[in-house]
């Protein structure tokens, strides 16, 4: 099986500007978790989607936000950036909710640099 | 609240010598706990989950309930095992993995 895949891998935008994140999940799974990853704070969970539905969430404002679709495909978009954005964006699949109660399969990332 | 502290931000040991990876954790109830590994350019990925008692390229891990611990052991640390170790908590109020920051075990030949 093909695994997650991120697009797109390297993103650079400025400061106010808004951002789209694609993640495609390993098929046949469902759920699909989002994370930010920063050298000060480490891995935070963002949000979860299972079936196009946002089942948990983290503690982000909330210019961050996300859908996903029919297909499992989840995107996440990030509304007036701000320079501490600046992260690598994981976005990890699951066959079960509840990010596969921690069983989860993560993608390559996207490395986003606010400006 | 939910925490995860490995305190050890890198950790160098010689090939074939013991290693230990810390963890601690903070939760109330009955948490599930999973060590995720890191290797160079490649993704995070799962290493392994206190619920099956398993041993996967010779590491394993225990729950210590007394002391809110889940450190991660090899009896002869490998070259191959350098990487990024994050131990994680599944559960609170998020409902989804609580990583730690992370340990780097450098096993130097």
């Known amino acids: 099986k093909a695994g997650v895949t991120q697009t797109p891998r390297y993103l650079i935008k400025t400061r106010g500007q808004q951002v789209t994140l694609s993640c495609s999940p390993i098929?046949?799974?469902?759920?699909v978790s989002w994370y930010q990853q920063t050298p000060g704070q480490g891995l935070q969970f963002l949000f979860e989607y299972f079936s196009e539905t946002q089942r948990n969430k983290g503690n982000f404002p909330g210019r961050f936000s996300g859908r996903q679709f029919s297909n499992s495909r989840s995107e996440m978009n990030v509304s007036t950036l701000e320079l501490g954005d600046s992260a690598l964006y994981l976005c990890a699949s699951s066959l079960r909710p509840s990010g596969g109660r921690g069983e989860q399969f993560f993608g390559p990332g996207t490395r986003l640099t606010v400006l | 609240a939910q925490r995860v502290t490995q305190p050890e931000k890198l950790l160098s040991v010689f090939k074939g010598a013991p290693v230990e990876l810390k963890c601690n954790y903070s939760?109330?109830?009955?948490?599930?706990l999973f060590w995720y590994v890191q290797y160079s350019r490649q993704r995070l990925q799962l290493l392994l989950r206190?619920?099956s008692r398993e041993s996967i390229k010779g590491f394993t891990a225990d729950l210590n309930k007394g002391e809110t611990s889940f450190h991660l052991k090899k009896p002869f640390a490998q070259e191959e095992d350098s990487a990024m170790y994050y131990c994680?908590?599944?559960?609170?109020?998020?409902?989804?993995?609580?990583f730690g920051k992370g340990t780097k075990l450098s096993v130097k030949p």
């Open positions: 098929s046949g799974h469902r759920s």
């Open positions: 939760y109330s109830g009955s948490p599930e």
């Open positions: 994680a908590i599944y559960g609170g109020s998020q409902g989804n993995l609580i």
């Open positions: 206190h619920i």
